[in-house]
């Protein structure tokens, strides 16, 4: 039996703290080439031939980065230091270990954005640094007994979003910054590959075991985290990846991270450069690139001259896929034939696969399929033009087919046939085969557009619209509702007002408030006529010194009771429960009715009663809450509506895993589901989500929607009751096919 590693010279926390100072150093110091190259990127695309508008708008990207660069790259360097210093990043307590169920947080769309772009870029820099990060995670969290804090540098994640703050703290748009995607991954991914393999051999010298013999630490929310045991065996080695059980989300990418390394190792030897140096590499692949440009034109007459299937496969007119995929491959066989270099032969010979595994591909209706093979000599000549199309999986042309094909899954070949899905699929297809010289520029665009169609196309449909609109408005009036209650709060700031009147103001008057702007408008009389009940209300429970005072008070109650009446039958408050109320605020009206205190200054009244008027030039512009109640009878109670079609299902006491909330709200419209609930199982496609990605709506072909908050969908995902049809892309599942034919028959790659 193997004896346990032995413990590292240098003492666990120190060497972890040890592992975060060097990382630190090593970002700081790459900060400026990393800079540089974003510059030489935005350079580039300046000097490129477009549009007037492109042309001005790269111009204009590329000055305002350099206006700001500097103060980019210096409020970097300062957040490294400073979370060195202790400011965060590096202490094992965080926001998201100390964080309880009970609480939420409110958090702005800018904060939302920047996390999402962050999880986005880490993801795709994490892909590209292979599992490094990983094995190094793993290592670390041994060495200081419990999991690695949310915000801990040694996370790639956590980098990437300090860049992201940052780089909207200077001043520069979100934009740009999009536009600065692929630059940046790679740099980053080059980077932090090898930040990771320093670090490895830190903790390979201190003799720290290697991940591979590290089990999975697992969180206990109740006690304090447990050391990792260590397996059998010593020895020092890269770090691996962990054995265990895993969240489908996190399964998926390790699965996608596995096919895209498995398919460089596999293409390496086919794709290496001669050692002459005579470039004869390039010259061939732009003879080739050119002679399958000549080929564009005449795709449209290509596939119009093949033959229909049968009539008892498809519908009349439809192509015969069988035969499709065999002319397919004979036009493959060709294009190799053309190749002179290895690497043009095995990148034709792969993407070939993979558009056969397509075609062949049942959960896609046929029609479809044919129209997903048009793109093969498309993304051939990306491919060739670009050889990143096989290791990055946010590749352009790889995010289209992936986000098509995910948004067939639920349809067959009746429902599909001529709808208006098939028709913008058929419109992008048809562009891309039109400009055969953009590379992936067209893909982008044409990703780009298909977005904008989803958004449309998902909720089109009157039944569904209805109900969108009937839930954004209730979201709204939850978002206002908290927002006059923070302009409330600050407006009776240092104002002596009883404290049974602020509660009322705060917990029942900011909701009538905030549903008469979401039904009236904020500007409408009823709204106005409310929110001068507020001031009034708060005048009437002041001091009233004075004879004149008083006679006003009592002149104007009778009117000010009426308007409160109203306004909480607005909110569905039942009868009983306003006259208790109504009770409670007429006891406190008249205790100060004869009270011997100050009265609230004239000045501040009219400065409140002012600032109410146009309360929504002062609000701030926060977020929906994680607990904003929901149900069917609360929808129709507070918007004053009856709702067919749709069925609610409320957030629950169930603790969910943060990776399913972060599954939950990564989930894109379009894509398809099986849902059990209530003892049946529906199909339903991910139709839309609110501003905050608070509320989930799903639909079914027939029109049944299913309205849920984040924690009941993530809760969903964790127990199994949402299967996702779309574990894995179209276009991943495709190079996972090619892989296993290259490993089977390898000589294909150059025959």
């Given at each position: 039996m193997a004896s346990p590693p032995p413990p590292p010279a240098v003492p666990a926390t120190g060497l972890v703290r040890q592992a975060r100072e060097q990382l630190a150093q090593v970002l700081t110091q790459a900060l400026p080439d990393l800079a540089a190259r974003l510059e030489a990127f935005l350079e580039h695309l300046a000097d490129q031939v477009g549009t007037q508008r492109e042309m001005q708008a790269n111009r204009a990207a590329l000055e305002r980065y350099r206006a700001h660069q500097a103060g980019w790259v210096q409020a970097c360097r300062d957040k490294l230091q400073a979370a060195l210093a202790g400011a965060g990043l590096s202490a094992p307590a965080t926001r998201s270990n100390a964080a309880h169920a009970d609480t939420f947080e409110l958090l702005s769309d800018e904060t939302i954005e920047n996390q999402i772009q962050a999880a986005r870029l880490a993801l795709a820099t994490d892909e590209l640094a292979g599992s490094s990060f990983e094995g190094l995670r793993l290592r670390s969290q041994w060495l200081q007994h419990q999991e690695l804090a949310a915000d801990d540098l040694l996370r790639p994640e956590t980098f990437c979003e300090l860049l992201v703050n940052q780089w909207r703290a200077a001043g520069l748009p979100r934009a740009d910054l999009h536009g600065l995607t692929a630059p940046l991954q790679s740099a980053l991914g080059e980077l932090l590959q090898g930040a990771a393999e320093a670090l490895h051999k830190l903790y390979d010298d201190e003799g720290?075991?290697?991940?591979?013999?590290?089990?999975?630490?697992?969180?206990?929310?109740?006690?304090?985290?447990?050391?990792?045991?260590?397996?059998?065996?010593?020895?020092?080695?890269?770090?691996?990846?962990?054995a265990g059980p895993m969240h489908p989300l996190l399964r998926a990418r390790q699965r996608a991270q596995e096919v895209v390394q498995q398919l460089r190792h596999m293409l390496s030897p086919a794709t290496r450069m001669p050692s002459s140096g005579t470039g004869s590499t390039e010259q061939a692949s732009q003879s080739l690139l050119q002679a399958l440009a000549e080929q564009g034109p005449g795709e449209a007459r290509f596939y119009?001259?093949?033959?229909?299937?049968?009539l008892s496969d498809m519908a009349p007119g439809s192509v015969d896929?069988?035969?499709?995929?065999?002319?397919?491959?004979?036009?493959?066989?060709?294009?190799?034939?053309?190749?002179?270099?290895?690497?043009?032969?095995?990148?034709?010979?792969?993407?070939?696969?993979?558009?056969?595994s397509i075609l062949a591909q049942d959960r896609i209706p046929p029609s479809v399929r044919v129209w997903f093979a048009r793109l093969q000599l498309p993304v051939l000549r990306v491919a060739l033009a670009e050889p990143e199309f096989f290791s990055n999986l946010q590749h352009p042309a790889r995010l289209l087919i992936d986000r098509m094909g995910a948004c067939v899954l639920g349809f067959d070949a009746t429902s599909m046939g001529g709808s208006v899905l098939e028709a913008e699929i058929a419109r992008l297809v048809q562009t891309i085969e039109q400009f055969?010289?953009?590379?992936?520029?067209?893909?982008?665009?044409?990703?780009?557009?298909?977005?904008?169609?989803?958004a449309s196309y998902l909720t089109q449909e009157q039944s569904k619209a209805r109900i969108i609109s009937l839930v954004q408005q209730m979201e709204e009036k939850e978002t206002l509702t908290i927002q006059y209650t923070i302009e409330l709060r600050r407006l009776l700031q240092g104002m002596p007002v009883r404290a049974e009147l602020r509660n009322f103001l705060f917990r029942d008057w900011a909701e009538v408030l905030a549903l008469s702007a979401v039904r009236?408008?904020?500007?409408?009389?009823?709204?106005?006529?409310?929110?001068?009940?507020?001031?009034?209300?708060?005048?009437?429970?002041?001091?009233?010194?004075?004879r004149e005072q008083r006679a006003q008070l009592i002149r104007s109650l009778p009117q000010l009771l009426q308007c409160l009446r109203e306004g909480l039958t607005l909110v569905g408050m039942p009868t009983s429960m306003q006259a208790e109320q109504i009770k409670r605020l007429t006891d406190t009206l008249a205790e100060a009715f004869i009270a011997k205190t100050a009265a609230i200054a004239p000045e501040a009244l009219e400065a409140m009663a002012r600032r109410l008027s146009h309360l929504e030039d002062f609000m701030t512009g926060e977020g929906l809450p994680d607990d904003t109640p929901l149900s069917t009878e609360n929808i129709e109670i507070l918007l004053g509506v009856d709702i067919a079609g749709l069925?609610?299902?409320?957030s629950t006491a169930q603790p969910v895993d943060p990776t399913m909330l972060e599954w939950a709200r990564a989930l894109q419209p379009g894509s398809w589901f099986t849902l059990d609930h209530n003892g049946a199982s529906v199909q339903v496609q991910y139709a839309w989500h609110s501003n905050q990605r608070q509320l989930h709506l799903f639909a079914t072909l027939d029109g049944q929607c299913y309205l849920m908050p984040l924690q009941r969908l993530a809760i969903y995902l964790q127990s199994g009751l949402l299967l996702w049809h779309d574990a894995e892309a179209v276009t991943l599942r495709a190079t996972r096919d090619a892989l296993e034919k290259l490993e089977a028959n390898p000589e294909r790659l150059q025959a």
């Open positions: 720290v075991p290697p991940a591979d013999d590290l089990a999975v630490l697992r969180r206990n929310p109740d006690t304090a985290p447990a050391p990792l045991p260590a397996a059998a065996g010593q020895g020092k080695g890269p770090a691996g990846k962990p119009a001259e093949l033959p229909a299937a049968p896929l069988d035969q499709l995929a065999r002319t397919l491959r004979q036009r493959s066989h060709a294009w190799k034939q053309q190749a002179t270099v290895p690497s043009d032969r095995a990148a034709i010979e792969v993407v070939a696969l993979m558009f056969q055969p010289e953009t590379g992936q520029r067209v893909f982008l665009l044409a990703h780009q557009e298909f977005e904008k169609f989803l009236m408008g904020a500007m409408h009389a009823q709204t106005q006529a409310f929110k001068q009940a507020a001031s009034d209300l708060v005048w009437a429970g002041s001091a009233k010194p004075t069925e609610v299902l409320s």
